[in-house]
């Protein structure tokens, strides 16, 4: 997989030009039963480890690179046949790590699958770190950090817009975005540069007007980057949404049509529902995860209800968004106004559910109540006004209709956000010197804070520490 070369930036990190590694190996498929189970070996002696351990069925077979060939796994110290293979061995560069890599696919038992295993470690490789063979092709320059990072969130996305923004990132879609600013900056340092070398003709040289307008350019571009990073994590990482509502409104049965299941507990009874109960929902291509609470009123001391409320309460202040159940079947209560009013902080959308039954003046008497705040009409029980409900929660959340599909645009991370954030403080700093008629030496120094920050994004400059965060999210075998 993934053999193929990614769009790549020119100038290597010295660290890329460098990197030695020893040959890795590691169970790539999950622990478990499965029909074929992946054993991934990556490095200079990838080849040679597999003539060790590896029978051809045809004994005059050649290793050509890209080939499956068939045979048997024997341990070279117990002459033991261990499991009947197809073998792969792909020739450097053309790899998932850029080094030699070959790929034993084996029976789906994680016991042979150890077993074999141990027989690599056996033949020369060291056992794989988490991620590590995305951090050798990282580090062999077939991917940038960006890139390495999509792989992240290709394997965790929850839902089809979540993987579709990661495989965008993949093809190196936030690379280029961020490697076009890099090199318009790049243009501006060579300008300063030579003012600097050249300090009597500074005033011919340096343009100021010009300057500012193409830093502005860059500043802007920042700022787009910057708003589509809190895009992203609405996709990618969603958003939690808590139903609320006074007893028996109908909360279990929203959550439980929301899910297609039979999820909560759903009675005539008020106070049904004690404890919270949190599932993910995929909502328009938006993880969400759903939270049904106990109905909220003023008890009478009965203990397990009060404590069930002050669980709703805590999980209402904690959420993103608040679904707040009303019944229309009977007028609005004391307790759905404090409710309003507890949730005025929150992105909130009001719902009224029971529609089978309802009284017909009763989306009036909400638009009287609350004129600020659109009612969707629903019923839990009958699944009908569902879509609509969809829909309010969508728009709510990103402020857009059902159409934006931000996946396709490059969706910096909170890692590539903080590292926005800096550049762009950078870049306003440089525009604020070019007004005041600052020395170019100075204007180096904000010029060069912003490229680094920027390197930081694609890997150029990125610290060891932030590399093994990075990828210590990995699974190992990844
Ligand atoms: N007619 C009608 N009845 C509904 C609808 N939704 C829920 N109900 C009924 O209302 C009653 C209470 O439903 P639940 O879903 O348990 O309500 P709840 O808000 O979770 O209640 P608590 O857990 O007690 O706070 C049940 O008898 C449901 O069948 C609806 O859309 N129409
Ligand atoms: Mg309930």
């Known amino acids: 997989m993934f053999t193929d070369e990614v769009r790549h930036s020119p100038p290597l990190p010295t660290k890329m030009a460098i990197h030695l590694e020893p040959t890795i190996a590691a169970i790539a498929t999950p622990p478990g039963v499965g029909g074929i189970g992946i054993i991934r070996i990556s490095g200079p002696n990838a080849l040679a480890i597999l003539k060790k351990i590896f029978i051809p069925k045809n004994k005059s077979v050649v290793f050509t690179s890209h080939r499956l060939l068939y045979g048997w796994i024997k341990s070279p110290v117990t002459n033991q046949f261990l499991d009947e293979v197809l073998a792969v061995y792909m020739r450097a560069p053309h790899t998932y790590t850029r080094d030699d890599v070959v790929e034993i696919q084996a029976h789906g038992s994680f016991v042979a699958l150890q077993q074999i295993l141990t027989v690599v470690q056996d033949a020369g490789a060291h056992l794989a770190e988490p991620g590590e063979f995305t951090k050798n092709a990282f580090l062999n320059g077939r991917l940038d950090l960006t890139q390495a990072e999509a792989v992240i969130e290709l394997l965790q996305a929850k839902t089809g ?67 589509a990073a809190d895009h992203g994590r609405i996709l990618k990482e969603g958003f939690s949404a808590v139903i609320i509502g006074r007893p028996n409104v109908g909360k279990s049965s929203l959550l439980n049509t929301l899910l297609r299941e039979d999820r909560a507990i759903v009675t005539p009874i008020p106070g049904t529902t004690r404890d919270t109960i949190e599932e993910c929902l995929d909502i328009n291509g938006l993880p969400v995860k759903i939270i049904d609470t106990a109905g909220i009123r003023d008890t009478e001391g009965e203990e397990i209800e009060d404590i069930g ?129 600052i020395s170019p030496d100075l204007l180096a120094i904000d010029l060069q804070a912003a490229l680094d920050n920027l390197g930081d994004i694609i890997g150029y400059t990125t610290t060891e520490d932030v590399l093994d965060q990075i990828f210590g999210q990995f699974c190992i075998g990844k």
Do not use: Y
Request: glycine share 6%; with cysteine; charged share 25%.
């Open 309 to 437: 409320i002050k669980r709703s309460k805590s999980k209402l202040a904690e959420a993103d968004l608040v679904l707040l159940l009303l019944d229309s079947s009977m007028p609005l209560q004391k307790d759905d106004f404090k409710l309003i009013a507890d949730s005025k902080d929150k992105m909130l959308v009001l719902v009224a559910n029971k529609a089978d039954i309802g009284r017909t003046d009763f989306t009036d008497e909400c638009g009287e109540a609350f004129p600020e705040t659109k009612v969707t009409v629903i019923s839990a029980k009958n699944d009908t006004g569902i879509t609509q409900l969809k829909e309010a929660i969508f728009t709510t959340v990103t402020g857009q209709g059902t159409d934006w599909a931000p996946e396709h645009a490059a969706l910096p991370n909170l890692r590539h956000r903080a590292s926005l954030v800096k550049t762009h403080s950078a870049a306003q700093c440089f525009i604020k010197s070019l007004t005041t008629g």
């Open 161 to 227: 817009k979540g993987l579709r923004a990661a495989v965008n990132q993949l093809q190196g879609g936030l690379h280029g975005e961020v490697q076009g600013i890099i090199d318009t900056l790049l243009k501006i340092k060579a300008v300063i540069e030579v003012a600097i070398d050249f300090p009597d003709d500074e005033i011919e040289l340096l343009n100021a007007d010009v300057l500012r307008e193409q830093m502005q350019q860059v500043a802007d571009a920042l700022n787009n980057l910057i708003l």
